[in-house]
């Protein structure tokens, strides 16, 4: 009786693409004139856009209502305040490094944003990836081409934020831009990855600093990995899951681990890395 030899496993590589899918016609028709008519009406002068933003949550919460605000029960009264931006605040409004003007134009843009998330609509990214590319151009500082985010992102300012072209960011990451984040062109950051751009003094929590940090083109940030603030990730590096950058990445390299160091280098091999340390 001959014994077979075992197999190594086959690992198939495949192109990062997305599908290209679609809603039935109707709907279709639907979702591109609901972002049409609420982008015009946030943008026209003819609005306020705080105004605009408490219709639009009352509706995709709600529905239509022919119920006047004051008949409503007191706890309905109140959702319906918090659906208006200046009935709110967020947890950025609070540091003293803000420039409250220029968030406070972007604020009502922000909330539709992070409400839109929680809402029976958020999960659908049909809708989703068009919603939140109309709205990011009204809340960052640049926004590339082709821009694809997921639900449940949050940032602080916004203002200090930029992405270049074919960015892809995943659901559940937190980009600080309290410093500034500048993200360059086909960058992909996975679920769960922390980005940072401000650090408190180690005696004085009081005192806090705010460095610029750099994603530069071609970048890969894998799931749960953190850039601490003031950091350069340079082009086409990797950083590994769960990983903690701590200082700058140089460009090609793959980087793991607690703080994050070079485990390979693209085009080379572990070993011949470590050979020329």
């Given at each position: 009786m001959l014994l077979s030899a075992a197999k190594e496993p086959v690992h198939t590589a495949h192109f990062m693409t997305y599908?290209?899918?679609?809603?039935?016609?109707?709907?279709?028709?639907?979702?591109?004139s609901f972002l049409v008519e609420l982008e015009r009406s946030l943008t026209d002068g003819r609005q306020d856009p705080n105004l605009v933003v408490q219709q639009t949550l009352t509706e995709i919460y709600y529905g239509p209502t022919n119920t006047s605000v004051d008949e409503l029960p007191i706890a309905a009264?109140?959702?319906?305040h918090n659906f208006d931006p200046r009935n709110v605040t967020t947890e950025p409004?609070?540091?003293?490094?803000?420039?409250a003007t220029k968030y406070l134009a972007r604020k009502p843009y922000i909330w539709l944003w992070q409400m839109f998330d929680r809402s029976p609509l958020g999960q659908n990214a049909l809708l989703g990836h068009r919603f939140r590319r109309m709205l990011a151009p009204?809340?960052?500082?640049?926004?590339?081409?082709?821009?694809?985010?997921?639900?449940?992102?949050?940032?602080?300012?916004?203002?200090?934020?930029?992405?270049?072209?074919?960015?892809?960011?995943?659901?559940?990451?937190?980009?600080?831009d309290r410093g500034g984040i500048e993200i360059g062109n086909n960058?992909?950051?996975?679920?769960?990855?922390?980005?940072?751009?401000?650090?408190?003094?180690?005696?004085?929590?009081?005192k806090v600093y705010t460095p610029v940090t750099k994603i530069a083109d071609g970048v890969r940030l894998t799931y749960h990995s953190t850039v601490l603030?003031?950091?350069?990730?340079?082009?086409?590096a990797m950083v590994g899951t769960g990983a903690v950058v701590t200082r700058d990445v140089a460009p090609n390299?793959?980087?793991?681990?607690?703080?994050?160091?070079?485990?390979?280098?693209k085009g080379q091999s572990a070993s011949s890395h470590f050979q020329t340390k």
């Amino acid at each position: 009786m001959l014994l077979s030899a075992a197999k190594e496993p086959v690992h198939t590589a495949h192109f990062m693409t997305y599908r290209q899918l679609s809603a039935q016609a109707l709907a279709e028709s639907d979702y591109d004139s609901f972002l049409v008519e609420l982008e015009r009406s946030l943008t026209d002068g003819r609005q306020d856009p705080n105004l605009v933003v408490q219709q639009t949550l009352t509706e995709i919460y709600y529905g239509p209502t022919n119920t006047s605000v004051d008949e409503l029960p007191i706890a309905a009264r109140t959702v319906i305040h918090n659906f208006d931006p200046r009935n709110v605040t967020t947890e950025p409004e609070y540091y003293t490094d803000i420039d409250a003007t220029k968030y406070l134009a972007r604020k009502p843009y922000i909330w539709l944003w992070q409400m839109f998330d929680r809402s029976p609509l958020g999960q659908n990214a049909l809708l989703g990836h068009r919603f939140r590319r109309m709205l990011a151009p009204h809340i960052f500082s640049k926004v590339g081409h082709n821009f694809k985010c997921w639900h449940f992102v949050e940032w602080s300012f916004g203002y200090n934020l930029s992405f270049g072209d074919n960015v892809v960011v995943h659901r559940y990451v937190l980009l600080d831009d309290r410093g500034g984040i500048e993200i360059g062109n086909n960058v992909s950051i996975s679920d769960y990855v922390n980005v940072y751009s401000h650090s408190h003094d180690i005696d004085d929590i009081h005192k806090v600093y705010t460095p610029v940090t750099k994603i530069a083109d071609g970048v890969r940030l894998t799931y749960h990995s953190t850039v601490l603030a003031g950091m350069t990730v340079g082009e086409n590096a990797m950083v590994g899951t769960g990983a903690v950058v701590t200082r700058d990445v140089a460009p090609n390299h793959i980087v793991v681990g607690i703080p994050a160091k070079t485990a390979k280098v693209k085009g080379q091999s572990a070993s011949s890395h470590f050979q020329t340390k």
